[in-house]
C-alpha cells in the first residue's frame, strides 16, 4: 500500500513552454501532497505545500506564479511549470501524507524535466 | 525545525552492518528523528522514525542517545541494493515538512 505516483517520469520541453506534471495518491486519500526539487548531486528542496482545495504555501524563494500547484482532489495534484527555462531543468518529487496518519510521508518516484 | 549534520559519506562492507550517525542537538522534546533514503534517481524511501526510545524495523534500528542530540541509524547486515544517500532530518511540532539536509552518501562495498 501506499503507493504515489509521477507522471510523466520524464519529459523534455522546448524553452518557453508550460509543463504539468502529476502526483497521485493511487491506494490512499492525501490531504497534504509536496512539491520537491532537486538538481543534479544536491538535496531535495521542499517547493511548497499544499492540500486539497486550498491554495498551495510557498517556501520562500519559491516564485508562485512560476511554479502554479492545484490539489482540486483528495488524490492529484498537479505542478505547472510555467515558461520553463532551461535553468527549471531539473528532478522534481512529489510527496503525499494520508488523510489518516498525518506524520507519515510517501514519495512519488519523481519526474526528469530538461527545459531545451 | 532542528539541523541536521551527517558525514557526507561512508563506506561499509557487504554483510556487515553499517553505522550512519546524525547529530542534531538544537533538537527540541517535541521534535522526532526521521530517516529516509534516496537511491539514485528514484523518490526518498522511508526508514524508521522515533522519538526518545530506540526503534526497530525490518529494515533498520534507530538508536537515540538519552539527551536525543544525536542518533544512528543501524542497517544490520547491508547489502550492495543499499547504496544510497540517507536522510537523517527532525521534524514535530505544527508541521509535516521534511526539510532535508545534505544526507550520507553510503557506499556499500562487495
Known amino acids: 500500500g501506499a503507493v504515489v505516483s509521477q507522471h510523466p517520469s520524464w519529459v523534455i520541453c522546448k524553452s518557453g513552454t508550460s509543463v504539468k506534471i502529476e502526483c497521485r495518491s493511487l491506494d490512499f486519500q492525501a490531504t497534504t501532497m509536496f512539491w520537491y526539487r532537486q538538481f543534479p548531486k544536491q538535496s531535495l528542496m521542499l517547493m511548497a505545500t499544499?492540500?486539497?482545495?486550498?491554495?498551495?504555501?510557498?517556501e520562500q524563494g519559491v516564485e508562485k506564479d512560476k511554479f502554479l500547484i492545484n490539489h482540486a482532489s483528495l488524490t492529484l495534484s498537479t505542478l505547472t511549470v510555467t515558461s520553463a527555462h532551461p535553468e527549471d531543468s531539473s528532478f522534481y518529487i512529489c510527496?503525499?501524507?494520508?488523510?489518516?496518519?498525518?506524520?507519515?510521508?510517501?514519495f512519488g518516484p519523481g519526474t526528469r524535466l530538461t527545459v531545451l | 525545525d532542528a539541523k541536521t549534520t551527517q558525514p557526507p559519506s561512508m563506506d561499509c562492507a557487504e554483510g556487515r552492518a553499517a553505522n550512519l550517525p546524525c547529530n542534531h542537538s538544537?533538537?527540541?522534546?517535541?521534535?522526532?528523528v526521521y530517516w529516509y533514503r534516496q537511491i539514485h534517481s528514484q523518490g526518498p524511501q522511508y526508514i524508521i522514525h522515533g522519538l526518545k526510545n530506540n526503534e526497530t524495523n525490518e529494515m533498520a534500528s534507530l538508536i537515540i542517545t538519552e539527551d536525543r542530540k544525536s542518533s544512528t541509524l543501524i542497517l544490520p547486515h547491508a547489502t550492495l541494493r543499499d547504496t544510497a544517500v540517507y536522510y537523517c532530518i527532525v521534524r514535530g511540532g505544527a508541521t509535516n515538512k521534511l526539510i532535508f539536509g545534505t544526507g550520507t552518501l553510503l557506499a556499500v562495498q562487495p
Open positions: 538544537t533538537i527540541s522534546g517535541n521534535e522526532y
Open positions: 499544499s492540500n486539497e482545495g486550498s491554495k498551495a504555501t510557498y
Open positions: 510527496s503525499a501524507s494520508p488523510a489518516t496518519s498525518y506524520n507519515e510521508q510517501f
